[in-house]
């Protein structure tokens, strides 16, 4: 069975008069290997408004239009070496649509109950894909959040709640990417620590969740010492794009040196890449994929 490529404009129309249509897309979708022979990955996230965090740079409203964050995404997905993408289940359905997950690796992210700037945050609860939803439509895996706040309530939740997303796409057979960070509350706002002690405790706790780690990904920032912070694990791992308000020169370069790490097998990159500071996303897509790919 195959089904008809769509336009953007075209999406809402068949969400009112041919929604079987997204479960039989997904039934017919041409899957691949997780991996292939270099066994590295280049993802593209697009899970960040699901959260209510739209902003990039400067611009608090810059993913705000369903429709450009779609063509953006489109054309990353076309470009040779982007591997797959990241995303929540409203975007995954329409780019399932537009025929743009064909022989793609599809990501299914699963908890984004923590909206951003929400006093709740932390308490990052599990809104989206389920385990056996993923399994289901032939995602080939699931992404968690999983922020570790000492001094907030919530942690213990989602922690319990990614332990059990992890055992359940393991038995499932698919990747659980796991995106682990220690966190503090300052001022009513959220705020990540970036050093590598930091980074290292954030990946034993989040390497010990879930009764297997059969299919556990790690999702990792780019920070200092990162030789000694890769060293904390065996879990395969892909690093994510960083701050889009660092200069693109100098976050390829901290990327291709990341990439140089043996258990470093990738990038996650939302926003770096589809809202680069001129507007290219071709040409930001394409120096990432010489990263990851390129004469490996």
């Known amino acids: 069975m195959t089904t008809t490529r769509s336009t953007i404009a075209d999406l809402t129309e068949i969400r009112v008069r041919e929604p079987r249509r997204i479960i039989d ?13 270099d066994g590295r990955l280049l993802i593209v996230a697009a899970d960040h408004p699901a959260r ?12 705000a239009s369903r ?44 908890n984004r109950g923590g909206l951003q700037g929400a006093v709740f945050e932390l308490d990052d609860r599990f809104t989206a894909y389920t385990a056996d ?29 990614s332990a059990h997303a992890i055992t359940e796409l393991a ?8 995106e682990p960070f220690l966190s503090v509350r300052e001022d009513g706002r959220v705020r990540n620590l970036l050093d590598p002690d930091s980074t290292i405790t954030s990946i034993h706790i989040a390497a010990g969740l879930g009764s297997t780690s059969l ?3 790690l999702k990792l920032p780019v920070v200092d010492d990162l030789e000694r912070v ?49 507007g290219d996303v071709a040409t930001a897509v394409d120096i990432a994929a010489e990263l990851v790919h390129g004469g490996r």
Request: hydrophobic content about 45%.
């Open 25 to 37: 897309g997904w039934a017919a979708r041409r899957r691949r290997q997780l991996v292939g022979v």
């Open 52 to 63: 209510g965090a739209l902003g990039v740079r400067d611009d608090r409203q810059a993913m």
């Open 67 to 110: 429709s450009a964050l779609l063509e953006r995404l489109a054309t990353a997905l076309s470009r040779p070496g982007v591997d797959g993408v990241l995303g929540t289940p409203d975007i995954l359905d329409d780019l399932l649509l537009m025929g743009a997950l064909e022989d793609k690796v599809a990501i299914g992210s699963m």
């Open 133 to 161: 939803a993923i399994a289901a439509r032939g995602l080939e895996g699931g992404k968690m959040l999983t922020r570790i706040c000492l001094g907030d309530p919530g942690t213990a939740a989602t922690l319990q709640a």
């Open 171 to 178: 038995a499932h057979g698919v990747m659980a990417m796991v």
């Open 215 to 217: 299919h556990t990904w």
């Open 230 to 278: 890769m060293d904390a694990t065996t879990l395969p791992t892909l690093l994510l794009g960083g701050d889009p308000r660092r200069d693109p020169d100098d976050t390829y370069a901290a990327w291709g040196k990341a990439l140089d790490l043996p258990a470093v097998r990738g990038l996650v990159v939302g926003r770096a890449l589809l809202f680069p500071p001129d």
